[in-house]
């Protein structure tokens, strides 16, 4: 029974091109977010919503949309991808509470050509 | 300075050893603290919390130290299946933001 699920786990797509990376979780949590983990292994929050409602929006290009749809599901919109858009992007969730911990999703691992 | 610190390594250790690595924060107001780990490849996962007063769980100690902004993650007879990027987090604010260190990898060879 997987926690937090996200798909595709890998995406190889053209410059130019616009690609969508879905998330979901099943463990009642408020809150999820966006990670982008670089080449240099290194984490950076992108988005976060808690109950659908967008509360951080870190300097991303607004080439990256999210959309909520609902508080089980985090969706990631990419327009006019880029060579440096290729990185590996994790979907995670928490309860919410400054103490909660993440649940991570097992990632996507975008390539852009 | 950056957020969160910390040393990135690698440590190489035989099977048995103890190893501990540090982690230093910039947010003096930080309320909370974990340790994850990331094996090659995969998703980061909770190794565990950091509580002000110490914490243990099994052979992996986490200790914190406010007054020096720093937190430390012990591991005791180290076992190969420990060979691990580990990532220090910070939640700076009590907010939603959580921050993650570059992580230190750690080997631990037979």
Redesign the interface.
């Known amino acids: 029974d997987t926690a937090v699920s996200q798909t595709p786990k890998y995406l190889v797509t053209q410059m130019g091109n616009d690609k969508s990376i879905k998330c979901e979780q099943n463990l009642g949590h408020d809150t999820m977010y966006w990670y982008k983990q670089d080449s240099k292994k290194f984490l950076k929050i992108m988005f976060s919503y808690n109950n659908k409602e967008l509360i951080i929006n870190e300097t991303v290009p607004n080439r990256f949309s999210p959309k909520s749809p609902d508080k089980a599901h985090l969706n990631l919109h990419i327009n006019s991808l880029e060579l440096g858009d290729s990185a590996v992007y994790f979907c995670a969730s928490s309860q919410g509470q400054y103490n909660s911990p993440l649940h991570f999703g097992n990632g996507t691992r975008l390539t852009v050509t | 300075r950056k957020e969160v610190e910390q040393d990135p390594g690698p440590f190489n250790v035989p099977e048995g050893a103890t190893v501990a690595f540090n982690c230093t924060y910039s947010n003096s107001a930080s309320?909370?603290f974990?340790w994850?780990r990331q094996d090659c490849r995969?998703?980061?996962?909770?190794l565990m919390?950091v509580y002000s007063s110490g914490n243990e769980d099994g052979r992996f100690t986490a200790q914190l130290n406010r007054a020096s902004q720093y937190i430390s993650l012990l591991i005791r007879d180290s076992k190969l299946s420990d060979s691990a990027?580990y990532?220090c987090?910070v939640?700076p604010?009590?907010?939603?933001?959580?921050?993650?260190g570059?992580?230190t990898r750690l080997f631990v060879k037979a």
């Open positions: 309320q909370s974990f994850y995969k998703e980061p996962k909770l919390s990027t990532l987090v939640n604010g009590g907010g939603f933001k959580t921050i993650f570059a992580g």
